[in-house]
């Protein structure tokens, strides 16, 4: 078999702008479900930083924590939670994609995969919630 | 293309078991650190921290999503155009996930 | 009554004399049953005969006639033209190809992927044929038959941004296409083609965007094969590291 190939000088090579993701609503939801990440990140170092003031004596940790209830701390914590939510949504539908789960022969919905991870986020929040309540 | 083996599938090992952690347990936790305690609808409870399974249960919450973020992120910037410097931007994000593994267990165990 | 018309605008591109792809506008009687496939032939054969295009069956199953229609990528002879009337459409090119002329892509690329996952069966030792046909439950040929069912349209590339902003990168159809093979009872060429589906440019460039199952004129969803195949591969790489008898 002969392999036929044009001749690469001719050709017209597209090239991708760094913006491309701004093109198109499905590529601007999948760069804020990658970017989710960074508010997930930044939220945990902050976190960190709580758990160890927690150790450097009440009066401290209280005057530290103090801060977390200006209106720029909560707008921060709003925005990491829309964008963790983003996150546990998109992260459930990716699930359902790749776990190909079988009951006997039959292969189960994806919308029913994403509904049990779901209700199992929401039974885990909930008995974390309490943990936190109770203590 | 090349046929080399690459070591990706461990760094994306920790990407999902990261992506996982962080879908069923971050976001109560950035309701209940981050907003019903500032706000007062909840006490601290950060005592808790020096119960050992505590410590192993926050160990895990916050190291796992940190290669979460490596992962994904890099690429990020990869897909953003900075391509040519792909080598310094791996070692930077997964390094920093690395570090915040260390600085992790170091901060839970000086509890 | 005045003729409803509709505005095409379309690649045009000569190999040697332009530097560039330029749009061309062609105003063409609208019909509400025309797809955009009839549109450019109406246009070829009205009004402009040096337009160059690719086309075949014009009903879904040939795969020739992908290009971009308003930026998505369209089988032209299933998108049809009263979805878009009276606003303009732009037609052009697959994105992420080189462009040959006016609307033709060069494939080669692709074609040599698709080689490279050996999508044939592969046995350790074929049994003669004295033995009879190798058998399949209706369970065995479901593992992979939604696979099978790929056109080599080349939309999924062109909705790929990981394609388009790494060309080595083996893309969704011919990963699919592999992923068919390893999931056939009938084969044992996973092995062999590991290098290529969990090699450097395989399966790990994948970001998971999503949009390759999302274009497929066949339901086929690269997209799921490609996240099964990176777990499949990522078991296969701690199997052999942390266990050392695990296979190599």
């Known amino acids: 078999m002969t392999n036929i190939r044009p001749d690469a000088s001719k050709l017209y090579y597209p090239k991708m702008p760094a913006t491309w993701w701004l093109r198109q609503r499905h590529y601007f939801l999948f760069m804020m479900r990658e970017l989710s990440s960074v508010f997930i990140a930044s939220f945990l170092v902050i976190f960190l930083v709580q758990i160890y003031q927690s150790g450097s004596g009440q009066e401290s940790y209280a005057a530290f924590m103090e801060r977390f209830s200006s209106p720029g701390w909560v707008i921060f914590h709003l925005v990491a939670l829309l964008f963790a939510l983003l996150h546990t949504i998109t992260w459930f539908q990716s699930s359902a994609v790749v776990l190909e789960l079988k009951v006997g022969k039959m292969i189960v919905p994806r919308s029913l995969v994403m509904a049990v991870h779901l209700g199992a986020w929401i039974v885990a929040s909930i008995i974390i919630l309490w943990f936190f309540i109770v203590n | 293309m090349s046929e080399r083996t690459t070591n990706e599938p461990f760094w994306w090992g920790l990407f999902s078991a990261g992506g996982v952690v962080a879908s069923f347990l971050i976001p109560i936790h950035i309701i209940i650190t981050g907003l019903a305690v500032p706000m007062g609808w909840l006490t601290d409870s950060s005592r808790l921290y020096d119960l050992w399974w505590v410590k192993c249960y926050l160990f895990v919450l916050i190291t796992l999503p940190l290669y979460h973020w490596a992962h994904r992120f890099y690429f990020t910037l990869k897909d953003m155009g900075l391509k040519v410097v792909e080598k310094p931007l791996a070692f930077l994000c997964y390094g920093s996930a690395v570090l915040g593994t260390f600085v992790t267990a170091w901060i839970l165990l000086g509890l | ?248």
């Open chain 3, 1 to 248: 009554m005045s003729e409803q018309t509709l505005t095409l605008k379309v690649t045009r591109f000569r190999p040697g004399k332009d530097p560039a792809p330029t749009l061309q506008s062609y105003t063409i009687p609208y019909r509400s049953d025309w797809v955009v496939l009839d549109a450019l032939n109406y246009i070829k054969d009205q009004m402009d005969g040096t337009l160059s295009y690719r086309w075949s069956c014009r009903m879904g199953v040939c795969g020739s006639c992908g290009m971009m229609v308003n930026n998505e990528p369209k089988l032209t002879c299933a998108a049809f033209l009263r979805d878009y009337y009276p606003g303009e459409i732009q037609v052009e090119p697959l994105a992420h190809f080189p462009v040959i002329r006016d609307l033709v892509i060069d494939m080669s690329d692709f074609m040599d992927k698709l080689q490279s996952v050996k999508p044939w069966i592969i046995r350790d030792s074929e049994k003669p044929v004295s033995e009879g046909e190798y058998l399949q439950t209706p369970e065995q040929l479901g593992a992979y038959k939604q696979f099978t069912q790929c056109i080599n349209c080349m939309l999924c590339y062109a909705a790929c941004p990981v394609y388009g902003l790494e060309p080595t990168f083996v893309g969704p159809a011919a990963i699919a296409l592999g992923y068919r093979y390893n999931m056939d009872s009938r084969d044992e060429g996973n092995k062999e083609r590991e290098s290529v589906i969990g090699g450097e440019d395989g399966v790990w460039h994948c970001t998971f965007v999503g949009e390759c199952s999302e274009v497929c004129p066949k339901h086929v969803d690269p997209a799921a094969a490609i996240q099964r195949s990176k777990v499949n591969s990522a078991t296969n790489w701690f199997k052999s590291v942390l266990l050392p008898w695990g296979q190599k």
